[in-house]
């Protein structure tokens, strides 16, 4: 049975080997952002603020490749109770981000180059964003499998392929563990 993509980013355990405990930071994305946001997806701060409720949380955005991230997305409040599971464009949500930068997370390869290899692991690329799902919520995000290299500006480090009976390296979608370089809370970062 070929791998399906997981839908983004998934974050599964830290550097150090421990699992992910769920830890998570509230930010807002405004109405006035009229990109929808989808849970895997990742988020990038900029500088704003936005009230719910009479509370004030940091605004993010949907990252773009090249971006510096917040962290990536894993849940997204309801303000209704007919609300949708993602945040839809032009609307004030409050979204639930994981931004520890010692995080790895799961993403499938993309389907654009060439299925990644054991040679790619350790390498960096790029990610490929993508219009998520209504149905199921989930990001479309991919990794670029055009882009590994050295390059340590590029958007992730490829830490392992993940270890499942059905996912093998040079399968389509296959999911690789990955940490992110270009973190809002690493080292070296400018501010916003």
């Known amino acids: 049975m070929a791998n399906q ?4 980013l998934t974050p599964v355990r830290t550097v150090s080997g421990g699992p992910y405990s769920g830890a998570l930071r509230s930010y807002t994305i405004p109405a006035s952002d009229g990109t929808a946001v989808y849970i895997g997806d990742l988020v990038t701060g900029v500088g704003t603020s936005s009230t ?6 940091q605004d993010v955005t ?4 090249g971006d510096v991230f ?11 109770s007919t609300s949708t599971i993602y945040r839809a464009a032009s609307t004030l949500r409050v979204v639930l981000v994981c931004d520890d930068p010692n995080m790895l997370f799961a993403v499938s390869d993309g389907t654009g180059g060439t299925s ?7 390498l960096n690329a ?8 209504t149905v199921t919520g989930r990001s479309g995000t991919t990794l670029d499998n055009t882009t ?5 500006t590029l958007d992730v480090k490829l830490v392992e392929l993940i270890n499942r009976a059905d996912n093998t390296f040079g399968s389509a979608s296959a999911t690789f563990l990955v940490r ?6 690493a080292n070296q970062i400018a501010g916003i």
Do not use: C, K, M
């Open 70 to 80: 917040q962290g990536v997305v894993v849940g997204v409040l309801p303000d209704t």
């Open 5 to 8: 993509p997981i839908g983004g």
């Open 126 to 133: 790029n990610i490929v964003v993508a219009a998520g799902s």
């Open 180 to 185: 992110l370089n270009r973190h809002r809370f």
């Open 52 to 57: 719910v409720n009479g509370v004030q949380y």
């Open 62 to 65: 949907r990252s773009a490749t």
């Open 148 to 152: 590994e290299a050295t390059t340590n």
């Open 116 to 122: 990644l290899t054991a040679a790619d692991i350790g």
